[in-house]
């Protein structure tokens, strides 16, 4: 599974559960509109996964008791975290959350993401330095196979007791006593993304990758504590949230949406289109 018949990379996303919603769907839809076959990794039948988008079994990449959540939030990211980085470690293509809207199709490349600064990320276990130029989101994703990068980042999502290697030498010490008598901290009770957009930052600096990550409106337009309302303005529309080079836009739709959306804004856009 390589190429459509436009030679675009295939397009794999993941979701858990039976029913996506219409948002959803539109995002799926979006890729198959600018050329892409779209991949959708599913434990269960998706009752309303759109017409035209493949199906794969996903517990051939993942078992489901491997699937966990954050033990603060309850957000199933953590197994989605584990899971592209198990798609893109199978050469399938390019990883996409269910909530990214494809404004352009994605050509293939050998690295692919984007730096997201608009995030309050807490910094409990994250030193400033390392947190100055913001954080690497991995919602639209590709690594290639075998590169150390994927190798990082499949050490990291695969240890269910991961220690994060930028905290200080003291916490680190700390963190390995515990591991080793007995009583490790799970990555469920850690900090939000410690296996995602945090250590991928991390690895992404320290093997000198940076000039790879694409500037923040190529994915991820600025997204202050309103934006689901912003989405929801019937006096703006999509293009009013973006700029000319923007591929996509990340609807960070784990929050969900309003019942009710209006008439006219992006949203209502991103469904009629």
């Known amino acids: 599974m390589s190429a459509t018949s436009f030679n675009l990379p295939v397009i794999n996303c993941i979701w858990i559960g039976r029913e996506m919603g219409s948002v959803h769907a539109a995002c799926l ?16 039948e998706v009752v309303d996964s759109p017409s035209g988008v493949d199906l794969f079994d996903a517990n051939l990449l993942m078992k489901r008791e491997e699937i966990v959540a954050h033990k603060k939030t309850g957000s199933l990211a953590l197994a989605s975290d584990i899971y592209r980085i198990r798609i893109l470690a199978n050469g399938m293509g390019i990883y996409a959350d269910c ?4 404004l352009a199709p994605f050509h293939d490349k050998e690295y692919i993401f984007g730096w997201d600064s608009s995030h309050a990320w807490s910094i409990e276990e994250i030193e400033n330095d390392f947190t100055i130029d913001g954080l690497v989101n991995g919602a639209v994703l590709k690594i290639p196979v075998g590169s150390e990068l994927l190798e990082e980042m499949l050490r990291a999502t695969e240890d269910r007791h991961f220690i994060p290697p930028w905290l200080t030498p003291a916490r680190i ?10 009583f490790p901290v799970p990555v469920t009770r850690q900090v939000w993304g410690v296996i995602g957009p945090i250590a991928l930052t991390y690895f992404i600096k320290k093997l000198g990758l940076t000039r790879h990550v694409a500037a923040p409106d190529i994915f991820y337009f ?25 591929k996509a836009i990340h609807l960070c739709a784990s929050g969900g949406f309003p019942d009710n959306i209006m008439p006219g804004s992006p949203l209502d856009e991103i469904l009629r289109i």
């Open 99 to 102: 909530d990214v809207f494809a």
């Open 222 to 246: 600025y997204r202050p504590g309103n934006h689901r309302l912003l989405l929801n303005d019937p006096e703006l529309s999509l293009r009013d949230m973006l700029t000319p080079r923007s």
């Open 173 to 182: 010490r700390k963190r390995r006593l515990r591991k080793k008598f007995g």
């Open 29 to 44: 839809r979006s890729f198959m509109r600018h050329g892409h076959k779209v991949l959708l990794h599913c434990f269960d």
